[in-house]
């Protein structure tokens, strides 16, 4: 005799109470987080201002690691991250990706600004941001990757820089730091970064072609 399989469906009113449930948490987290420092807050808290049970807040996030982790990256890979990622991989010209990734850095820190500015100086010493922050890095670091590879590929890399050297060159160039340093504290508007981040990227990385100068 066949057993019977139990169906499994997903109930649209249910992820939507779930949706907005995240929601609430992590707006409660953003709130607290910047208001006392990462460290500071623990999940009960987080979750009496979100309205929620703790254990509700462990199922959807884990730890407060994971909340952070999620907080980080509903900032920093947006639909602004999104839209530019997705011209710079409709692209084939490597040359062209290397000079549109300047549009890429821009949309992540232009966005961690807005979202997450009053957060990162409340927590300016916080264990688990910088924790975060370095496996961010490494991620963004290992993206990179395949940009460079193709402009050593298709010959356009400049002589006098192996592909290491290019890879570091451009997670040095497009760096929360350069950002921080030219828009936060130097008075650069965004798309003057965005502009000066694409002339530099170029000039840095990219073979002039035969006849054609820097000048």
């Given amino acids: 005799m066949a057993t019977r399989r139990k169906r499994t469906y997903a109930s649209p009113r249910r992820d939507e109470a779930a949706a ?3 929601s609430r948490v992590l707006d409660a987290a953003r709130t607290l987080f910047a208001r006392r420092g ?12 979100a309205g929620v ?4 807040v462990y199922a959807l996030f884990k730890s ?21 990622s997705a011209r710079l991989d409709a692209e084939a010209d490597p040359v062209e990706q290397i000079r549109m990734t300047a549009s890429v ?5 232009e966005s961690e600004a807005t979202e997450l500015g009053l957060l990162r100086g409340a927590s300016s010493f916080s264990l688990a941001l910088r924790r ?31 592909l290491e050297k290019a ?16 828009v936060l504290e130097g008075g650069f508007t965004p798309e003057e970064y965005e502009t ?20």
Avoid: H, N
Avoid at 196 to 215: D, N
């Fill in 20 to 22: 907005v449930t995240r």
């Fill in 38 to 49: 990462i460290d500071a807050v623990t999940i009960s808290q987080i979750a009496e201002r």
């Fill in 53 to 56: 049970s703790s254990s509700s």
């Fill in 64 to 84: 407060k690691e994971g909340l952070l982790l999620a907080l980080t990256q509903e900032a920093l890979f947006g639909r602004g991250y999104r839209a530019a």
């Fill in 105 to 109: 850095a821009r949309s992540i820190y």
């Fill in 132 to 162: 975060l922050e370095a496996t961010l890095e490494e991620k963004r670091f290992a993206l990179q990757e395949t940009r460079v590879r193709r402009l050593f590929e298709a010959g356009r890399a400049r002589e006098d820089l192996s």
């Fill in 167 to 182: 890879r570091r060159l451009l997670w040095m160039y497009t760096s929360r730091d350069v950002y921080r340093l030219l």
């Fill in 196 to 215: 000066w981040l694409a002339q530099t990227l170029l000039a840095a990385l990219v073979a002039p072609l035969p006849g054609r100068s820097r000048a």
